[in-house]
């Protein structure tokens, strides 16, 4: 039995593949973000930040916690608004990229917005 495909289902298969493909990459080079992760392998945490920033973990939690869940800030901002910024490490790149960092904005001691940030 011979399977042949129309042209449309053939597009579509095409795009299904591509989308199956693509989904394993990125779930390939990219980690979920744990606690002990984060704290022991400190030059590969760019690795879990999207998920971290994409969960939405910190959202709403007091300083106290930050430093509990993330550890000490490697410095803190020097604006008006209160802020910890976080080294993410290095990732492989063929460009010489900008140096990016964990970005995490207070307000009223609470965690008020988890972003990248770029120097």
């Known amino acids: 039995m011979k399977l042949r ?20 990459l990125i779930f390939q080079f990219e980690e979920r973000f744990t606690i002990e992760n984060w704290k022991s392998n ?12 994409e969960s939405q973990f910190l959202i709403g939690k007091p300083k106290s916690k930050v430093f ?18 976080y080294d993410i ?7 010489s990229s900008q140096k990016e960092y964990l970005l995490i904005i207070f307000k009223n001691e609470h965690v008020e917005k988890v972003t990248l940030a770029v120097e």
């Open 89 to 95: 490490g290095d990732p492989p790149s063929f460009f």
């Open 42 to 53: 400190y030059t590969t945490r760019y690795k879990m930040v999207d998920d971290l920033i």
């Open 68 to 85: 509990e869940i993330l550890g000490q800030p490697d410095s803190q901002s020097n604006t008006k608004k209160d802020a910890f910024i």
């Open 5 to 24: 495909l129309d042209r449309k289902n053939t597009i579509g298969l095409i795009f299904f593949l591509a989308f199956i493909i693509s989904t394993s």
